[in-house]
């Protein structure tokens, strides 16, 4: 299984950006696709994650109403569009994807592949 996440950068805050990330080797139909991310020193924080087969999706307090996710079953990529970007939202992001069983998607645990992480990067 490989998860390759990309689309990072460097952005004024208030703009936008788009992480992609690109899943193969396996039918990720049973699984939730989630984005995490982490700043140096810090713990891994959960970002937003989404049921690949239902839809289903759930973010975060800190980026609800800024970050959609969203997947393409046709192209086997997950997209994480990250509006009204704030200084606090620099971090290397990742996507990871875990099976659709019980237990809350935010546990970074829980999620089995990984992807490499693109580093993210808002100027004030």
């Known amino acids: 299984v490989q998860l390759q996440a990309s689309g990072g950068g460097l952005v004024q805050a208030g703009g936008s950006l788009r992480l992609s990330c690109a899943a193969s080797?396996?039918?990720?139909?049973?699984?939730?696709m989630g984005w995490f991310r982490q700043v140096p020193r810090n713990e891994r924080e959960f970002v937003a994650a989404i049921q690949w087969s239902g839809g289903n999706t759930y973010y975060a307090d800190s980026v609800k109403g800024r970050f959609t996710i969203s997947r393409d079953s046709a192209k086997n990529t997950v997209y994480l569009q990250m509006d009204s970007l704030k200084p606090e939202d620099t971090a290397v992001y990742y996507c990871a994807a875990r099976p659709y069983t019980g237990g809350s998607w935010v546990i970074e645990s829980s999620y089995y592949y990984w992807g490499q992480g693109t580093q993210v990067t808002v100027s004030s």
């Open positions: 080797g396996r039918t990720f139909s049973a699984y939730v």
